[in-house]
């Protein structure tokens, strides 16, 4: 249920029954952001029980670099009405991910 010694004692195992265990509801709580370890308190939606929320092993954070160079193209088809295909392109052509774009009529 539990692995690791000093000073995380109490860290959880990946097979723990005290992952994502605790209530749903924390409301009222009062929790802090971070558990005794400082990592992000609620990770994958629910809490965990106990002092440490595990946080699995191995998992690659997000990458939250800033994209220098960006590309976007004409849409199509153009006029459109509840929805068209814009291509962007980035400076680092190798990776490849979904984007997010939002545009407003303003």
């Excluded at 370890?37 to 939606?45: D, V």
Aim: glycine residues 8%.
């Amino acid at each position: 249920m539990f692995v690791g010694g000093e000073p995380f004692s109490y860290e959880l195992s990946q097979d723990s029954p005290c992952i994502d265990a605790g209530t749903p509801d924390t409301t009222g709580l009062n929790l802090p952001a971070t558990d005794l370890a400082g990592n992000q308190r609620i990770y994958n939606g629910r809490i965990d029980i106990g002092a440490y929320e595990y946080q699995g092993y191995g998992i690659d954070q997000p990458d939250t670099s800033f994209i220098h160079s960006l590309y976007l193209f004409q849409n199509t088809p153009n006029p459109f009405n509840n929805e068209t295909e814009i291509l962007l392109i980035t400076a680092d052509y190798e990776r490849v991910e979904n984007y997010t774009l939002s545009i407003y009529n303003t």
